[in-house]
């Protein structure tokens, strides 16, 4: 090393002040850029929602949140229809109404309208924490969480035999059922008109309490669902009542998965 060259210390840090003075300005904006379009993208796909962990595995909070903002959903939904029903009565058709006619006779039957009854309540839920618990800490003792919680299949199983019972109107979970309602079972919660809950679930239906009563006793569906309420303390529990008050389902009516199938053709002779 010659007399005046400097120590390497002394060289390296030069170099470093060197690289840092050159390059902070262009790799600031850079870093300040890319920090923006982070921000940006996070805040478009959260849509106003907490991206953090400890909100999602929330799932209690999850299911509330969705809850009241599909409820808000439908609320305006069913003001939209009341306005549209409203200007088909107006209408000065003789056409528009005569069709408007029909519909309104349909409506009842559909399950359009509110309507008041006698009949019961049933009430599903899942095995106490304790039954969970086992469940999950001896994996040998034979049954499964999975067994010890309310399913779709358990509910319909309660739907089914109540209409096969008589009854003339249902609801779960306080929505109106008609013909187009589906039950579907995602994780620990049940989806239903596109809304989810958690348990427990209330199955009501309008009609003769005894005829209602006998079809739940005499299906093989709820007579396996009551082998687990036995011995796992799954809920179940019936209650009659003299009125029960149901409101007429405001979704959406309009078929998304169906169409009409091609016009019959005469066989050939």
Avoid at 112 to 129: N, R
Avoid at 258 to 267: L, S, V
Wanted: overall charge negative; glycine content about 8%.
């Amino acid at each position: 090393m010659g007399p005046d060259r400097e120590p390497m210390g002394g060289s390296w840090r030069e170099l470093l002040r060197f690289r840092v003075r050159g390059r902070w300005r262009p790799v600031a904006v850079s870093m300040f850029v890319v920090a923006g379009l982070l921000f940006v993208t996070t805040s478009i796909n959260s849509k106003g929602l907490d991206l953090r962990a400890a909100s999602v595995t929330d799932l209690d909070h999850v299911v509330r949140a969705e809850r009241e903002h599909v409820n808000d959903l439908q609320s305006q939904v069913s003001g939209l229809n009341t306005q549209i029903s409203g200007l088909s009565h107006q209408v000065n058709d003789s056409q528009v109404t005569e069709l408007q006619h029909q519909v309104d006779l349909l409506r009842g039957p559909s399950g359009f309208s509110p309507v008041t009854g006698p009949g019961l309540t049933v009430v599903l839920d899942d095995a106490p924490k304790s039954e969970l618990d086992e469940a999950r800490n001896n994996p040998d003792s034979g049954v499964t969480q999975d067994e010890l919680v309310v399913h779709q299949q358990d509910i319909q199983a309660v739907v089914n035999a109540l209409w096969s019972g008589g009854a003339e109107a249902m609801t779960i979970q306080g929505q109106r059922v008609i013909s187009t309602t589906g039950i579907k079972c995602v994780g620990n919660t049940v989806i239903l008109h596109g809304v989810p809950y958690s348990p427990p679930y209330r199955i009501s239906a309008i009609g003769d309490a005894s005829d209602l009563q006998a079809s739940l006793d005499n299906s093989d569906y709820v007579n396996a669902y009551l082998t687990f309420v036995d011995a796992y303390q799954l809920g179940y529990k019936v209650t009659e009542s003299s009125s029960l008050d149901m409101p007429g389902y405001t979704g959406a009516a309009t078929l998304k998965y169906a169409r009409p199938g091609p016009e019959p053709t005469d066989a050939p002779r």
